[in-house]
């Protein structure tokens, strides 16, 4: 057995019911076997048994009271992953199926995306299994404040600085920071991300993961002779990062033809009318099944995965960890796809990807592809700590620079350690990298 599947046995062993943990795990192990050949200090630091341990866990009790006045309980969670590079950085995710295993594999993935924006943040993720759909905007702020009063004493500019996630977004960010000043009775504003512009957000937070993903994939196809011009594109998921792909990718010239929600999804064969999907889901947060109301031409599937049987020349996972299955990339495959850029946190499962590897389907993963988000909230915090805000234009110019670069470097390290142009590779290698010489550095940590 090699040292690294011995490592990887113990590591399954530690976290045995933690299944999406451990598949994250393996998809980065998979790719250093040739960096552990080169740097053998790495195997006597046991970096690889250290990286995948979070430095601190944190699980406490929510407790809000609801419109009927009854006492709700949730669990709350902030892991601090890796905090080599800077303070721990990620964001909070409020949905029914988070557990530590969730968190975990998200924050395990932060720890490689972080080092690649090549910014000085290292890695954290948090959230709660609290569901805020068909909650009221007062259980929303209910309960954001209670998630707020004991996460407060665990995070800081310069300790931890949580952003948004799935269900947490303008609204929730603004409601934890608000409860965050009232206890600290500070205006520190750099202690989360994703904040509305009166108050220290960030101009091109929001549209950063989204516009960063088309950023990196338009590279991509360059990269392989190819343009984004003409390709029609699905997207699953109708969020913030959904949203803001199909925006940049309308722009660029693609047509974008499906998107989903968790309930199903809509395809509209003259393109995908973004400004009533915005108007739908980030104002009304309706269903997207309400966009057949004023596009009776279009059609309403229920069923969210069969959106992966759309013939397209690119697919966007959007939404959510394990959306594309082996059996969903077969499919892509056998119609025709030529990428696959991954905006969601682990959309494919590890068959997936090895399938599309297998058939040289270019595939920009998820570390890469979407760290836009994490380095824009990187900018934040700059901005506030200068008392300073850049223009638009500044700040869009610096991510598409980003992510430009996290491109060109997860090419080289892919090329450099025998993986030819394979970016997933490449991505994991230049990412673990840079954090293992900044733990060798810092001692046994
Ligand atoms: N918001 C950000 O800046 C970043 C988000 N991401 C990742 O992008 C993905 C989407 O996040 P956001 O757009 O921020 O969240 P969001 O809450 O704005 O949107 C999530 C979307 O996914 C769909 N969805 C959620 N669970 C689903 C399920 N089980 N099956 C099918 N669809 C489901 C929802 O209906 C919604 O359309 C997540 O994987 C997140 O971790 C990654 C980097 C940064
Ligand atoms: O902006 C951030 O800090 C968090 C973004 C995030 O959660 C992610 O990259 O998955």
């Known amino acids: 057995m090699s ?19 451990l598949q994250a795990v393996e998809e980065v192990f998979k790719s250093l076997e040739p960096v552990l050949e080169k740097h053998p200090e790495y195997i006597s630091a046991n970096i690889l048994e250290r990286i995948t341990e979070p430095e601190r866990q944190i699980i406490f009790r929510v407790s809000w009271v609801d419109d009927q006045g009854v006492l709700q309980i949730n669990r709350g969670f902030r892991i601090q992953f890796n905090g080599a590079l800077g303070p721990y950085k990620g964001g909070l995710r409020f949905h029914p199926s988070v ?40 259980e929303v702020m209910r309960f954001c404040q209670s998630f707020m009063t004991e996460l407060y004493r665990h995070i800081g500019p310069d300790v931890d600085v949580p952003a948004g996630d799935i269900g947490v977004g303008g609204r929730e960010i603004g409601y934890l920071y608000g409860q965050y000043r009232r206890i600290k009775g500070v205006f520190e504003n750099g202690v989360l991300t994703g904040k509305g512009l009166s108050y220290g957000g960030s101009l091109v937070r929001t549209q950063a993961t989204g516009y960063g993903l088309i950023y990196f994939v338009d590279e991509m196809l360059k990269h392989n002779n190819k343009v984004l011009q003409g390709k029609t594109v699905v997207i699953s998921g109708s ?14 010239g693609a047509k974008v033809i499906a998107m989903s929600d968790s309930n199903g999804y809509i395809y509209d064969e003259n393109g995908i009318d973004l400004p009533l999907v915005r108007q739908l889901k980030e104002v009304e947060r309706k269903r997207i099944r309400s966009y057949l109301n004023f596009h009776p031409e279009a059609q309403y599937i229920e069923g969210c995965k069969n959106i992966w049987s759309i013939k397209c020349d690119i697919a966007l996972p959007c939404a959510t960890q394990n959306d594309i299955s082996l ?86 390290a892919s090329s450099e350690y025998g993986f030819g142009y394979n970016l997933v590779a490449g991505a994991n290698i230049a990412g673990f990298k840079k954090v293992a010489d900044a733990m060798m550095a810092q001692g046994n940590y």
């Open 3 to 21: 040292y690294v599947s011995s490592v990887f046995q113990r590591i399954k062993v530690r976290n045995a019911n933690e299944p999406e943990f």
């Open 99 to 138: 557990y530590i295993g969730i968190i975990k594999f998200l924050g395990f993935e932060q720890i490689f995306k972080n080092a690649l924006t090549g910014l000085p943040i290292g890695s954290g993720k948090g959230g709660s299994d609290f569901d805020p759909k068909g909650k009221s905007d007062g």
């Open 239 to 252: 969020g913030n990062v959904a949203i803001y792909a199909c925006q940049k990718a309308t722009a660029l």
């Open 327 to 412: 059996e969903n990339a077969k499919t892509l495959v056998a119609n025709g796809v030529i990428a696959v850029g991954e905006g969601a946190n682990m959309p494919c499962t590890n068959e997936a990807i090895n399938y599309f590897l297998e058939n040289k389907i270019l595939l920009a993963p998820a570390k890469a592809a979407n760290a836009g988000g994490v380095a824009t909230s990187a900018l934040e915090m700059s901005q506030n700590s200068m008392r300073y805000y850049w223009t638009f234009e500044e700040i869009e110019t610096k991510l598409k620079n980003i992510m430009v670069t996290i491109h060109s470097n997860a090419a080289a």
